[in-house]
């Protein structure tokens, strides 16, 4: 069967919180009024879509980009934004590495284990 070529990828990513409640409801509080420079300069390096979900401390980060979104160089255009800069400086009071992190990583990428796509 015939489709459309595939003009966006999926990309997935954890981090974890301070294992603090006060500090938990601090940054979905921030998350419920992102500053809008924030979104425009997502949506400049070309994220289409931006979930974060919550358990306990984790954050599980799931983004729809498009096919020649490269995370390493686009995220760090990201925060050529100075507003941009400020809010993932500010975030980051509230978050830490997963174990598995690379020195290098903040947030941490994960692989694709299983797509329903795969058996169509």
């Not at 997502?42 to 599980?60: A, D, Q, S, V």
Request: aromatic share 16%; proline share 6%.
């Amino acid at each position: 069967m015939w489709e459309w070529p595939r003009v966006s990828k999926s990309i997935a990513q954890v981090l974890d919180l301070q294992n603090d409640p006060e500090i938990i409801a601090k940054y979905e509080e921030y998350h419920r009024n992102v500053w809008p420079e924030v979104i425009d300069a997502l949506k400049g390096i070309g994220i289409e879509r931006m979930e974060i979900f919550r358990i306990g401390n984790h954050l599980f980060m799931y983004c729809t980009v498009p096919d020649n979104f490269d995370p390493r160089l686009d995220f760090q255009s990201y925060t050529s934004s100075k507003r941009a800069e400020e809010w993932n400086d500010l975030m980051s009071t509230f978050q830490q590495k997963v174990p598995e992190a690379e020195e290098s990583d903040w947030w941490t990428p994960m692989s694709l284990a299983f797509d329903s796509k795969w058996f169509e």
